[in-house]
């Protein structure tokens, strides 16, 4: 588990310094990334990991609540322009990618609709 979330903040490093321009841009204007909004989950490579494929996130500044179509819910936080990470029951960490869809640590992607 160690290794796992070891080998996922390299990528999170990894994917923050290859858009140095993107970061620089939203640190200059103070921009949140703004998460709110419907989402489905793309089973890439690991299968969904809950009930129910959509998923909808609500947004207050950096805070977040995450919830699927089936009632289950997270809090969450935005950590930074381009990183998120989620409470129980998820427990993941993500990265907010250029399209807005998150790719997240136990391997799934919730794509914005």
């Known amino acids: 588990m160690l290794n796992k979330s070891i080998g996922f903040a390299f990528i999170v490093a990894l994917a923050a310094s290859s858009i140095p321009g ?15 909004g419907a989402y489905r989950c793309e089973p890439q490579p690991s299968p969904c990991p809950w009930p ?28 930074s322009d381009i990183t998120v990470s989620g409470g129980p029951p998820w427990n993941a960490i993500g990265i907010v990618l250029p399209d807005h869809s998150i790719q997240w640590s136990n391997g799934t992607k919730w794509q914005k609709q």
């Not at 950096?62 to 089936?70: R, W």
């Open 52 to 79: 129910g494929q959509t998923m909808a996130i609500t947004q207050t500044g950096s805070d977040l609540e995450l919830k699927n179509d089936q009632g289950s819910f997270a809090n969450g936080k935005l950590t």
């Open 22 to 36: 993107l970061a620089h841009a939203q640190a200059q204007q103070g921009a949140r990334a703004s998460l709110a």
